[in-house]
């Protein structure tokens, strides 16, 4: 069994995620993420069908074993996007079925769509739903993760950026020797003379910059 999830904060730094389990439970090793760029801010659907395309084409041309299940964290939109996107893959097999959260949005309330539009009722202490729960909560953390940790990527280097003399050669000077840009606000003005192309004046520009 397959789930996708999207995260992200207002449009910024979208991830989508693909956790797997089989009959023992997680099988990291498997995990994947997906960095999507190029979808409108906020289309869950695009990032959804863009991470679909981009994980069963590759198990496609790789000729790799399809999932029995597919679950996407989201109702019947999503699970329409889903469907669209294994069709245009001609890949036909695993079941999809999208998982939407309760009007209460509390757990033992989420409704389950089959791709027939088939909405299914179960019940909160069945087990089939939990292992649903635990799956999709899972492919929530995942994701979160990802997004969280691409954001603050995007963020660090982004100081850098705003830095008036510092061009991409020198960004990646000053980010291969300190390893990231928040040592490099941690550096004094004598350690950011020692980067390559950074001259003593642009080196306490540079430390003016990020502690202004």
Avoid at 99 to 110: H, I, N, Q, T, Y
Avoid at 130 to 142: C, K, N
């Amino acid at each position: 069994m397959e789930c996708f999830d999207v995260s992200h904060s207002s449009g910024e730094a979208v991830v989508a995620s693909c956790v797997v389990f089989g009959s023992e439970g997680p099988i990291k090793e498997d995990y994947r993420r997906f960095n999507i760029d190029g979808v409108k801010a906020g289309d869950d659907y695009a990032a959804i069908g863009a991470a679909i395309r981009r994980r069963y084409s590759r198990l496609k041309r790789e000729e790799s074993v399809l999932p029995d299940i597919i679950f996407v964290d989201g109702g019947k939109g999503q699970l329409g996007v889903a469907s669209k996107v294994m069709n245009e893959l001609e890949l036909k097999g695993p079941v999809l079925v999208g998982v939407a959260k309760g009007r209460s949005r509390k757990p033992g309330l989420e409704r389950i769509f089959l791709e027939d539009g088939t909405e299914l009722c179960l019940d909160h202490n069945e087990a089939g739903l939990l292992v649903i729960q635990q799956l999709r909560d899972e492919s929530h953390r995942f994701a979160i993760t990802a997004h969280r940790n691409r954001r603050q990527k995007r963020r660090n280097v982004s100081v850098l950026e705003e830095i008036e003399g510092v061009g991409p050669k020198r960004r990646r000077a000053l980010l291969r020797h300190f390893g990231g840009a928040a040592r490099v606000s941690g550096a004094g003005v004598e350690e950011i003379k020692k980067v390559e192309g950074i001259s003593s004046k642009l080196a306490e520009h540079i430390y003016a910059s990020l502690h202004n």
